[in-house]
């Protein structure tokens, strides 16, 4: 085996604690629950120094020594990662907020924060010899996984629901993936996803069924520490669907921890969801460990339309590790806060970045969070393949 820059060191299971050889293909543990990436943290922090840090280019590979790609020859890449921290220029005085930042994601490649979970989770099947790929997905997974599968000569298969926005079938198509179209929901999407992965031999990347998406994810975190002058915000609000972007962030943190980076303190961490498709807000609000199904969930941010995550137990932990907090909002709210962040931030966002900035009015409502707190609202995707849905909004 060529060497490596990586100081992966095995999985672990997020609840049972049972471990896993990361050198053979691995899916969910025997208990059901996602597995995890570890690292040697002592020998990283050693090697992945700020100073040295600030020398590479800014993608999510900038944090090679805590990725889990062994042989840099798998590293599939479209330059991902790197994206644009923005402090608020008018929304934030309006609010009466003095530290108030989005964190750009649709810059990313297909438009989005999931370039840097599939990025890795495809990087990782190619160097495992997986060579056919499928995926359950409300859109903009499947736009990425498709692309990525491209770049790496595999073959995928996306299975989307028959009401997907259009930009993200043809942008699937256009990149070579084979599309079948279900009724309902993206969890019919993952029955059906099992079923031909069972009987064709697909591998599937679906949200937390393999261990490496996350692992993409958690760079956000990453990028934050160096954005913030190896400093933390005190509160990040993000828009939750699966949650592997919320889950990821809550690992990168631990690992900071772990090479010494910073102490114990966490940003809060915020989940928000419409109020058609809430399960994680229910949960919360009930005290309870895991989300029950949200039956006929309904919104037109599509790609917060889960009505349960195989993570929910691990999104819940990490709100209320960190003293966050569960929220949702109307759809009506998210027309009109997507639209405010374009025409007073300059920032196109998809109808889930429009939901995060509901969200913190409504914490502030809540006087959850102070005018000199740092605040960060995630903008997980762009707008531009949602254009039928947000025209609605011109009207208003």
């Known amino acids: 085996m060529p060497p490596t820059n990586s ?82 220029e008018n929304i934030g005085r309006d609010l009466g907020l003095e530290r108030l930042y989005f964190k750009d994601e649709t810059v990313n490649p297909t438009g989005s924060f999931k370039a840097r979970g599939l990025g890795m989770a495809v990087s990782r099947a190619k160097e495992l010899g997986i060579t056919r790929l499928i995926i359950p997905t409300a859109g903009n997974a499947g736009s990425a996984v498709a692309a990525y599968a491209a770049r790496a000569g595999l073959e995928c298969l996306v299975i989307m629901p028959k009401d997907v926005p259009a930009p993200f079938l043809v942008d699937c198509m256009y990149h070579g993936a084979q599309v079948e179209l279900v009724d309902g929901t993206i969890k019919d999407c993952g029955r059906r996803a099992a079923e031909r992965a069972g009987d064709e031999g697909w591998f599937s990347v679906a949200t937390l069924k393999e261990p490496y998406r996350i692992e993409g994810k958690k760079t956000m975190g990453y990028e934050l520490f160096e954005q913030f002058s190896r400093d ?140 000199f707190d740092r605040i960060v609202v995630f903008i997980t995707g762009s707008g531009y393949k949602y254009l039928e849905i947000l025209k609605q909004g011109i009207r208003d």
């Open 7 to 88: 100081f992966v060191t095995g999985l672990y299971c997020s609840k049972c604690d049972a471990t896993y050889d990361i050198n053979s293909i691995q899916t969910l543990c025997a208990c059901g629950a996602p597995l995890l990436v570890d690292y040697d943290y002592r020998q990283a922090s050693e090697v992945m120094k700020y100073e040295k840090l600030i020398t590479r280019p800014p993608s999510v590979w900038r944090y090679r020594e805590i990725l889990p790609v062994l042989d840099d020859a798998y590293i599939v890449s479209l330059g991902e990662g790197g994206t644009p921290l923005l402090r608020s």
């Open 232 to 371: 933390l915000p005190e509160v990040i609000i993000y828009p939750t669907g699966g949650g592997t972007g919320l889950i990821g962030m809550w690992k990168a943190f631990d690992e900071m921890e772990k090479m010494g980076w910073i102490n114990g303190r966490r940003p809060k961490m915020v989940a928000v969801q419409p109020e058609g498709c809430a399960p994680i807000p229910r949960a919360f609000a009930q005290g309870k460990d895991h989300a029950e199904e949200w039956e006929n969930p309904s919104t037109l941010a599509a790609g917060l339309r889960v009505p349960s995550a195989v993570g929910d137990f691990l999104m819940l932990k990490a709100i209320r590790q960190t003293g966050g907090v569960a929220l949702t909002v109307t759809d009506a709210e998210i027309m009109r806060d997507t639209k405010e962040l374009a025409s007073r931030e300059g920032i196109f966002s998809s109808p889930e970045g429009g939901a995060s900035l509901s969200c913190l009015k409504k914490l502030i409502e809540m006087n959850f969070v102070r005018p």
